[in-house]
């Protein structure tokens, strides 16, 4: 073997034994660049060609050759276990116990205020009343002028207002539909309907009191209509709404925009009149105001009181919820937790 031949022999023995003993992939690469990239010792191997003789240089050629393949196979080789390794490395830590419990997909639940609102609508649209959207943006004007409370009416005081200009405010009530509804109405006949929706008012919130609160409102104006329409209509919706053996009793009271005002009490519908804590030892629970509309109001929303009358109703949702669902703190209806929620799924 001539010299030069015996070089490439030497450089095959030492780029294969030093690629087969590389211990990281970075070193592997390395040595790819040394001998096997274009300017690499072995791929340079060639241009010796010229210093070989010529009746050598066909052997020579061959050797150059071989030596390439092997040290590129021993270089695939190596890769190739790398890689093998690199595989088996990351599958074991990715490994997946199918026998492991999934991750429960945690389900939405109907606030059982809003249960409250979908019960209550559903028994006044079986009564034939219609559903209106309200505004909670009111202005003065629908909130309290049209309900005959004055800019310096004393009731004021009792509906706190947020006020957003002097003009425009948060509604204190629903009853501001009854005004919209009325005003709405071209030409003047009967109106049958309810508005659930939020009222807001300035208060401390504590377990009974919340600056904001859900009513329903009701609202019918015909001609004719009296206080045993009203008396008949709200002792049907207690029966439906806390059971069939269940009475109501009318307590003389106050309110600007109806005249007669009541307050609407329900027997008990825990220990059936009898008296216990939920209704205080009085055997009845209060659960709603009413009255017959104010011909004042009539007569300010376009109706002709000598014509029409009419009788409205506002129902507290919250507090109708927390007698229904024993809930004893009236906050737990807007924290949002979940464990609250849930609870009442169906009932
Ligand atoms: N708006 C009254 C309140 O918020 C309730 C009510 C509605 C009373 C309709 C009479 C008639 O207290």
């Known amino acids: ?8 022999a030497a450089l095959e023995e030492e780029a294969t034994s030093r690629i087969q003993a590389a211990s990281k992939k970075e070193e592997l690469n390395e040595l790819f660049a040394k001998y096997l990239s274009k300017k690499g010792e072995v791929s340079s191997l060639m241009s010796l060609m010229r210093e070989v003789p010529n009746e050598e240089k066909a052997s020579f050629g061959q050797a150059v050759n071989a030596c390439k393949n092997n040290v590129t196979k021993a270089y695939n080789e190596k890769k190739e276990a790398f890689e093998k390794e690199e595989l088996a490395a990351k599958l074991a830590n990715e490994k997946i116990d199918v026998t492991l419990p999934g991750n429960t997909l945690q389900q939405g639940h109907i606030n059982p205020y809003y249960l409250i609102i979908d019960e209550v609508t559903d ?17 003065d004007r629908f909130n309290f002028e049209l309900l005959n409370v004055p800019k310096d009416h004393p009731s004021r005081d009792m509906q706190d207002t947020f006020y957003i200009s002097e003009e425009l405010l948060l509604r204190t009530q629903t009853s501001a539909a009854q005004a919209h509804t009325m005003c709405d109405k071209n030409p003047k006949g009967p109106i049958k309907m309810i508005c659930p929706g939020k009222a807001y008012r300035r208060d401390d919130d504590d377990m009974t009191h919340s600056h904001q609160f859900a009513q329903i409102e009701g609202l019918v104006i015909d001609k004719n209509i009296s206080i045993a329409n009203l008396k008949a209509t709200l002792e049907l919706f207690a029966k439906k709404m806390f059971g069939e053996k269940r009475e109501i009793r009318l307590r003389s009271s106050y309110f600007p925009f109806t005249e007669p005002s009541v307050e609407v009490d329900v ?34 929303c376009g109706y002709d009181p000598n014509e029409y009358s009419g009788f409205a109703f506002g129902v507290g949702v919250e507090r109708v919820a927390m007698l229904r669902y024993g809930v004893d703190d ?18």
């Open 267 to 300: 027997s008990c519908f825990n220990c059936g009149g009898k008296g216990c804590a939920m209704c205080k030892g009085t055997g009845w629970i209060e659960i709603l105001g009413a009255g017959m509309v104010n011909p004042k109001v009539l007569e300010m």
């Open 1 to 8: 073997m001539s010299q030069i031949t015996e070089k490439v």
């Open 330 to 347: 009236i906050r737990r209806f807007y924290q949002n937790d979940v464990r609250f929620l849930k609870d009442y799924v169906g009932k």
């Open 123 to 139: 028994i006044f649209l079986d009564m034939g009343y219609e559903v209106v959207e309200g505004r909670d943006v009111e202005t």
